[in-house]
T-cell receptor
Framework: GENVEQHPSTLSVQEGDSAVIKCTYS??????FPWYKQELGKRPQLIID?????GEKKDQRIAVTLNKTAKHFSLHITETQPEDSAVYFC???????????FGKGTMLLVSP | ETGVTQSPTHLIKTRGQQVTLRCSSQ?????VSWYQQALGQGPQFIFQ???????GRGNFPPRFSGLQFPNYSSELNVNALELDDSALYLC???????????????FGPGTRLTVL
């Protein structure tokens, strides 16, 4: 089955800095890669996703890049704000099912 | 917020007991996936139901079972509870197809299960 590794486990930045979180996956059949943000005590919420036919996708301050050859994808957050502080999860979806395999998460702390 | 709801919000059980968790999917969705999220970990896939049939299962023992109803709501049942079953149980609904789909999964708020 699919295995997703996520790094770093914690990331501390100053407000206004950029943050990058990286994930690798093992199953070359995976074709969909969403990123979820989970605030303390709340449900995971999708912030951005990318499909295998695209190398990069942007949504305001958030961007995701995908390298299918190397089997890794990254989340980039620019101009970070304190409200970006949360746990971020990457995930990969295997072909044939709608199930997601998640990474272990990155706790992002943005200091004012 | 999504239209996915779960009940109960919190639950405390003792080892060996049985528990049933419930999930109402978002309107128009036909697929429900269940995940277990231990403290400090990412969600782990338990199983998925598509149009009332199990459509995939993760690495969980048979004492974890489920059901999906004609209105696409779902139940997760856990028998013979163990201490390690303590976790946040999340359900996610999506619009699926028989061949699999990459549509977004919308998560419910979760049920916090504590096993003593």
């Amino acid at each position: 089955g699919e295995n997703v590794e996520q790094h770093p486990s914690t990331l501390s930045v100053q407000e206004g800095d950029s943050a990058v979180i990286k994930c690798t996956y093992s199953d070359s059949a995976s074709n969909y890669f969403p990123w979820y943000k989970q605030e303390l005590g709340k449900r995971p919420q999708l912030i951005i996703d990318i499909r295998s036919n695209v190398g990069e996708k942007k949504d305001q301050r958030i961007a995701v890049t995908l390298n299918k050859t190397a089997k890794h994808f990254s989340l980039h957050i620019t101009e970070t704000q304190p409200e970006d502080s949360a746990v971020y999860f990457c995930a990969a979806q295997e072909g044939g099912y709608s199930t997601l395999t998640f990474g272990k998460g990155t706790m992002l702390l943005v200091s004012p | 917020e999504t239209g996915v709801t779960q009940s109960p919000t919190h639950l405390i059980k003792t080892r060996g007991q049985q528990v049933t968790l419930r999930c109402s999917s978002q309107s128009g969705h036909n697929t429900v996936s269940w995940y277990q999220q231990a403290l400090g970990q990412g969600p782990q896939f338990i199983f998925q139901y598509y149009r009332e049939e199990e459509n995939g299962r993760g690495n969980f023992p048979p004492r974890f079972s489920g059901l999906q109803f004609p209105n696409y709501s779902s139940e997760l049942n856990v028998n013979a509870l163990e201490l390690d079953d303590s976790a946040l149980y999340l359900c996610a609904s999506s619009l699926g197809s028989a061949t699999g789909t990459y549509n977004e999964q919308f998560f419910g708020p979760g049920t916090r299960l504590t096993v003593l």
